[in-house]
């Protein structure tokens, strides 16, 4: 069994923990050289004493070595995960902020909306130089991105890269252990069926674990009369906007609250917010951005800076690990292996949207590929949200390779949020003014 290389691109992220427990959980990583790679001398020293410290909990051989330089790091790596991005707080302070100058206001825009654009924008030029510093130093290895917008980032590596690789997210996997836990269930008795995409994948079906009936009609009755579905509670994800949506289109939209509101912002206008319980993140991001929480968020792992929430109750229970090393596990050994929800080309997965749109599904890994999984077609509403979504992943992926502004101002025109081409206009040049330092070309 050959000795693997796995960089961490943004090793200082959190993410690295959960990354370091699945390295302990299969042998073919016992001579495996993990490298943790961050620009943040601060950040890196923070996730390399996180992630020696939990490697000594289990016999191993794995190397750990650190580099803060992207060309030291990735020479020969098998495998590349990335969970990076600069400013992040403070930027997103802007992402919201600029577009509500203009009167068009958000609850969060890290994927969809205006805010998500930016941020995409962004983030699909800082990728460019690591994508052509894996295409340099390791042009066999699969990608395995963690960063936000997916769904957006996802379609430029498609269209314009030759690595291969892959999303992931814990929306589907990480919300239903933890509603499970809601509803009275273990982590995992809860098995789902979905697709859409990134951060707004729309339920199929459910099942109970060990059992061939749909688990469906109880499964809805339970979210229906759930406290947790009906209340907000303080360090609780909030989904009674989810069941409104569900009330609505007769579908039940997977993740939670914050982040499906991003793509739907024709149900509650903001003279609305206040009643239902509902507040941009603005100043919320200002104040984060304001005590450097970003610089350190690692350190939460250390047991720094963190409230524990009421669920999940156990976050270490093996259900909650990321999929990326039993990804790496299905490849290397050619086991074949399910995963619930991965982001890559639709393939037929959602039978009535492009084969070609990066959709988050199903997936199986098996011949050396992840390879989507049928699910069904859509209903029309909740399809129309996922095409016009998926158009505009496509749109930017051109737009930003090309630094089109002209396409910029189209993707905003057709952005749901967006009123009129003027109001478009006044929020790209607000942006390109602000952002100017991280989009060259425009």
């Not at 959980?25 to 992630?51: G, Q």
Request: hydrophobic share 40%; aromatic share 12%; net charge negative.
């Amino acid at each position: 069994m050959r000795k693997l290389k796995i960089v961490h691109i943004g090793a200082g992220s959190g993410f690295v923990l959960s990354i370091a427990r699945e390295l302990l959980s299969s042998p073919i990583f016992d001579d495996a050289e993990f490298v943790l790679s961050d620009l943040s001398e601060e950040r890196l020293k923070a996730a390399y004493d996180v992630v020696t410290s939990e490697l000594a909990k289990k016999p191993n051989h794995i190397r750990v070595s650190c580099f803060t330089k992207n060309s030291e790091a990735l020479p020969g790596a098998d495998y590349v995960i990335t969970s990076c991005e600069p400013n992040r707080y403070e930027n997103w302070y802007y992402d919201l902020m600029i577009p509500e100058q203009f009167g068009c206001n958000q609850v969060k825009g890290e994927n969809g909306g205006p805010g998500g654009i930016i941020h995409a924008t962004r983030n699909i030029i800082m990728f460019k130089q690591i994508l052509a510093d894996i295409e340099k130093y390791a042009p066999n290895a699969w990608l395995m991105n963690f960063t936000n917008p997916m769904s957006f980032l996802c379609t430029y590596f498609k269209n314009y890269s030759k690595i291969r690789a892959l999303g992931f997210c814990h929306q589907v996997h990480g919300s239903f252990g933890v509603i499970s836990e809601m509803l009275g269930f273990e982590p995992g008795e809860l098995q789902v069926i979905s697709a859409g995409v990134n951060h707004l994948n729309w339920l199929f079906d459910i099942r109970r674990r060990n059992t061939g009936t749909s688990y469906m009609k109880e499964f809805l009755e339970g979210v229906r009369n759930s406290k947790y579905w009906h209340e907000r509670f303080k360090n609780i994800p909030d989904q009674t906007f989810t069941l409104k949506v569900l009330e609505t289109f007769n579908m039940y939209p997977v993740g939670y609250d914050d982040h499906i509101i991003e793509y739907m912002p024709f149900f509650w206008t903001k003279e609305e917010w206040e009643a239902h319980g509902v507040r941009a993140l603005t100043e919320t991001y200002k104040n984060m951005a304001e005590k450097k929480q970003h610089i350190l968020e690692v350190t939460r792992l250390l047991g720094k800076e963190f409230t524990k929430p009421p669920f999940p109750v156990d976050p270490d229970h093996p259900y909650y690990a990321e999929n990326p090393c039993e990804v790496i596990v299905a490849l290397e050994t050619n086991t074949p292996t399910y995963f619930d929800a991965i982001n890559i080309k639709n393939n037929g997965a959602v039978g009535n949207l492009p084969a070609d749109v990066i959709l988050d599904v199903p997936a199986v890994c098996v011949g050396g590929e992840v390879r989507s999984i049928h699910v069904g077609d859509l209903p029309a509403g909740p399809l129309e949200i996922c095409r016009r979504q998926t158009a505009l992943h496509e749109m930017l992926s051109h737009a930003v390779e090309n630094c089109d502004n002209s396409m910029m101002v189209q993707i905003l025109c057709l952005c749901p949020y967006i009123t009129s081409v003027t109001q478009a206009e006044k929020i790209w040049n607000a942006y390109k003014e602000q952002f100017k330092k991280y989009l060259p070309g425009f």
